[in-house]
């Protein structure tokens, strides 16, 4: 008597390939599409030609078959287009090196001979606006008073020097804008500050940017400046 392959069998194939592909490190005794196939071929080879398969599981399985092809095909093609975007994001990323970042911080990186820049963000006009700065032991080292802005983005550029018109050493200094309407009544706002991207590191995949002893998102730069 011919020896023949049980559609439970053949079901049972299925859903192991299904499985394989939404986990592909299982074992490699796991049956994937090829066993699948093989196992149906085996199916209508081996039947009893006075008892053959019923038409309606026969399409049931083909429809099987069918359907763990395109769950195939839709894996490969996903996992390409995600090491394509990996590949285009580290890039990227590269290509940011050596240029410098405005993001949201108090923080400000002190250059020799080289302009820091401060930016500030009013949600209103003022009537005037002073900036704090304060080296890395909290000691004030600079008062600038810098009369009537405007609102929205303002940028504020710092020589380097303190209140005696002494050059500052390089470094990470800690700055504060201070702004008020013509009432004397403060206003809110955000404040930014600028830095030389230097290097990246990689988290899960995902860059991280390496500037003025800061460590920074994508999302965190507001501006990249050459």
Same mark, same amino acid.
């Given at each position: 008597? =011919?020896?023949? +392959? +049980?559609?439970?069998?053949?079901? +049972?194939? !299925? =859903? #192991? ?11 490699? /005794?796991?049956? $994937?599409? /090829? ?17 053959? *398969?019923?038409? #309606? ?5 083909? =429809? ?16 390409? *287009?995600?090491?394509?975007?990996? #590949? ?9 090196? !050596?240029?410098?970042?405005?993001? @949201? ?5 002190? %250059?020799?001979g080289k302009? +820091?820049?401060?930016? #500030? ?6 009537? /005037? ?13 600079r008062v600038?008073?810098?009369?009537? *802005? ?9 020589? !380097?020097?303190?209140? /005696? $018109? ?17 009432? $004397?009544?403060?206003?809110?706002? %955000?404040? @930014? $500050? ?18 003025? !002893? ?13």
């Amino acid at each position: 008597m =011919a020896v023949q +392959s +049980s559609i439970s069998d053949i079901q +049972s194939a !299925g =859903a #192991t390939a299904q499985q394989q592909i939404a986990n592909p490190t299982a074992g490699s /005794n796991a049956l $994937g599409k /090829n066993e699948f196939l093989k196992l149906l071929t085996a199916q209508l080879q081996q039947q009893d030609p006075t008892q053959p *398969m019923d038409s #309606t599981a026969f399409v049931a399985q083909l =429809a099987q078959f069918s359907s763990l092809e395109q769950m195939n095909n839709v894996n490969d093609t996903l996992t390409k *287009m995600l090491t394509s975007q990996d #590949t285009a994001l580290q890039t990227t990323a590269a290509g940011m090196v !050596g240029k410098t970042a405005v993001f @949201n911080t108090d923080q400000v990186t002190l %250059t020799p001979g080289k302009q +820091s820049t401060i930016t #500030t963000t009013l949600s209103q006009a003022a009537g /005037n606006v002073n900036l704090v700065i304060q080296d890395a032991s909290g000691n004030k080292v600079r008062v600038m008073a810098l009369g009537p *802005m405007p609102s929205g983005l303002n940028t504020i550029k710092w020589d !380097g020097l303190d209140d /005696n $018109g002494k050059a500052l050493d390089a470094g990470t200094y800690t700055t504060t804008v201070n702004a008020v309407d013509i009432n $004397g009544k403060s206003i809110s706002l %955000t404040q @930014n $500050g600028s830095a030389k991207i230097t290097g990246i590191t990689y988290d899960k995949g995902i860059p991280k940017f390496l500037a003025g !002893g800061s460590t920074l998102q994508l999302s965190d730069i507001s501006e990249l400046d050459e």
